[in-house]
């Protein structure tokens, strides 16, 4: 079963605007919250992460918001650009879990002109 | 610092054959992880090695195996294929602390016919 549910499977957003990718969770034991962005032919690669006991984190013009008791938590691209056109994946892991995230199942973001 | 080199890139097997994959980490990193990618399933975690010894497991059946050698290349094994093997098999190499950035290399897309 999908331990990781992501919304919307793709998103069309015009340059300068704002995508906004939701992922929920199911299992509390979870700990961590990364976000990739994979571009094809190439590996994800991570963009941020956030730990439960923050309810936001920012770099640059990507940002997580957590909300620990509805068990969500979501990537907000400000001022997307054509260069962001990529698939973003959320994930999840928790304590003991070596090497293991759970991933949600992608979105391709595309950013228009 | 180059980063983590997965190889064949491309690889072309019949059913019933065998195939092994070889995944370079990033060096000094000793933790590598392998997830196989595809459309319908997205990333799923087949195992992760950290010096040499699994540490984790994914739910995959016996045929698909690794090992991990002393210089922390790993390869990973697939014993008769089955069509459903297709996908992008991904490694990932990190420092093998607990939820540590994990870099993934660009794949081996595999394609049984």
Known sequence: ?113 | KAGVTQTPRYLIKTRGQQVTLSCSPISGHRSVSWYQQTPGQGLQFLFEYFSETQRNKGNFPGRFSGRQFSNSRSEMNVSTLELGDSALYLCASSNGVFQETQYFGPGTRLLVL
């Open chain 1, 1 to 113: 079963q999908q331990q990781v549910k992501q919304s919307p499977q793709s998103l069309i957003v015009q340059k300068g605007g704002i995508s906004i990718i939701n992922c929920a969770y199911e299992n509390t034991a979870f700990d961590y919250f990364p976000w990739y962005q994979q571009f094809p032919g190439k590996g994800p690669a991570l963009l941020i992460a956030i730990r439960p006991d923050v309810s936001e984190k920012k770099e640059g013009r990507f940002t997580i918001s957590f909300n620990k008791s509805a068990k969500q938590f979501s990537l907000h691209i400000m001022d997307s650009q054509p260069g962001d056109s990529a698939t973003y994946f959320c994930a999840a892991s928790k304590a003991d879990s070596w090497g293991k995230f759970q991933f949600g199942a992608g979105t391709q973001v595309v950013v228009t002109p």
